[in-house]
């Protein structure tokens, strides 16, 4: 079995694939000061308490970081825990198969090169990858499957938490959809802004990427994913598809054609 781990600002996600079918799943929190001895003994526990499979199923292991300090620590746990698996780590010299037409394609963000090779594989081009993650990233993929650039915004929980720091009256809220857009108190006033004002950004700046992307911007199919995007699937009117292991399904690619 392939295990899959995607560490993000906030977030890192792990999945365990059997063929090309995810069977089973994490969300741990990324922590900088995390060691590899102590990511070894995380993952460890997870894989025990899962009654789908045992330490022993681990036959690959493939990984990208946005945060350098753990992938740092996530290469020196695979090398010292695992090192009789082959690991692919997405980096510079590693085959992804994704021409990237950037000005300085180092500064694009491994998982963002992942998600526009899953797209391209599992949806083809031209598409857009929307991902919910600490930022709200928007990267195109072009019917070459080429990366041909994108945007970021900042995410959901970055403009919660901003309001809360800087409103002295306003206070973090659980995000759901208020009963109506015209808030009738600060709450639904907060949820309203942040469910049905990301919904907006995120129809404005897809809407705007496709008539670049592709002559007929009707053609461009719109993927979502990442931990937040749920919180905007109904109303956000361009998504065409929701696939929460887009990076995941990525990783899988590129350590089969680095393996192979």
Same mark, same amino acid.
């Given at each position: ?19 090309t079918e995810v069977i089973e799943h994490w969300r741990i929190n990324t ?8 990511? @070894? +003994?995380?993952?460890? /526990? ?11 199923? *681990? =036959?690959?292991? %493939? !990984? ?47 998982d963002r090169i992942v998600n526009a090779l899953a797209a391209a594989h ?17 990267? @195109? +993929?072009?019917?070459? /499957? ?11 929980? *970055? =403009?919660?938490? %901003? !309001? ?19 808030g009738k108190n600060t709450v639904e006033a907060l949820q309203s802004g ?46 065409? +598809? ?19």
């Open positions: 079995m392939l295990l899959t781990i995607d560490v993000g600002n906030t977030h890192t996600v792990l999945g365990l694939f059997e063929g922590d900088p000061r995390r060691t590899a001895d102590e990511i @070894a +003994v995380v993952l460890q /526990g997870l894989v025990q308490q899962s009654p789908l499979l045992a330490e022993t199923d *681990i =036959s690959g292991i %493939a !990984l990208c970081s946005t945060v350098p300090s753990v992938l740092h620590e996530m290469r020196e746990m695979c090398r010292r825990y695992y090192g009789d698996v082959p690991a692919v780590i997405v980096e510079p010299g590693v085959k992804t198969g994704v021409p990237v037409r950037m000005d300085n394609p180092k500064e694009v963000g491994a599992t949806h083809g081009g031209p598409a857009i990858v929307v991902d919910f993650g600490t930022a709200t990233t928007f990267d @195109a +993929v072009s019917a070459k /499957g080429e990366y041909v650039g994108g945007a970021i915004a900042p995410g959901i929980e *970055i =403009s919660i938490d %901003a !309001l809360s720091a800087r409103g002295a009256q306003l206070h973090k809220i659980e995000v759901v959809r208020p009963r109506n857009v015209i942040i469910i049905f004002g990301f919904a907006g950004q995120i129809d404005g700046i897809v809407e705007r990427m496709a008539e670049e992307l592709a002559p007929d911007p009707a053609d461009v199919t719109v993927i979502a994913t990442g931990g937040l995007a749920p919180l905007v699937l109904e109303e956000a009117r361009c998504i065409d +598809v929701y696939e929460p292991w887009l990076t995941l399904i990525g990783l899988r690619l590129i350590y089969e054609r680095n393996t192979a």
